[in-house]
C-alpha cells in the first residue's frame, strides 16, 4: 500500500484546511485509516480514524468538533476536513493505514505510512 498525503498550508487561526491521502497498491476495503500528527520536539500523536467504509469514525478529544474524517472509496481517498484552526494544530500531518483494524489510536499499530504533510497556523 501506498499512501500519499496533500493538502496542508499555512493559514490564519480560525481557518481550514482539508488534508487529503490518496491510497493505491491493494484492496482497501479492509483497511482501518488514521490521520497521526507531530509537531516539532513532540512525539507523534493520534488525530482521527475511520472505518474504510467511512461507517465508525474517532477523534482525540482536542479536535473533536472541529475535524472531520472521511473516505471517499471511489477515489481510494481517506480525507481530514479541519475547522477552527488553532496554533496548537501546528504539525506535520501524517495518514497510516492499518491490515488488522479500524480505529486505534496507537502509532505502532499501523503498516503503512504517508510521507506527511505540514500545517502550520499562525496566530
Known amino acids: 500500500v501506498q499512501l500519499q498525503a496533500s493538502g496542508g498550508g499555512l493559514v490564519q487561526a480560525g481557518g481550514s484546511l482539508r488534508l487529503s491521502c490518496v491510497a493505491s497498491?491493494?484492496?482497501?476495503?479492509?483497511?482501518?485509516m488514521g490521520w497521526f500528527r507531530q509537531a516539532p520536539g513532540k512525539e507523534r500523536e493520534f488525530v482521527s480514524a475511520?472505518?474504510?467504509?467511512?461507517?465508525?469514525?474517532v477523534y482525540t478529544d482536542s479536535v473533536k468538533g472541529r475535524f472531520t474524517i472521511a473516505t471517499d472509496n471511489a477515489k481510494n481517498t481517506v480525507y481530514l476536513q479541519m475547522n477552527s484552526l488553532k496554533p496548537e494544530d501546528t504539525a506535520i500531518y501524517y495518514c497510516?493505514?492499518?491490515?488488522?483494524?479500524?480505529?486505534?489510536?496507537?502509532?505502532?499499530?499501523?503498516?503503512?505510512w504517508g510521507q506527511g504533510t505540514e500545517v502550520t497556523v499562525s496566530s
Open positions: 497498491g491493494r484492496t482497501f476495503s479492509d483497511l482501518g
Open positions: 497510516a493505514a492499518d491490515r488488522d483494524r479500524w480505529g486505534s489510536r496507537a502509532a505502532s499499530d499501523y503498516d503503512y
Open positions: 475511520i472505518s474504510w467504509s467511512g461507517r465508525f469514525t
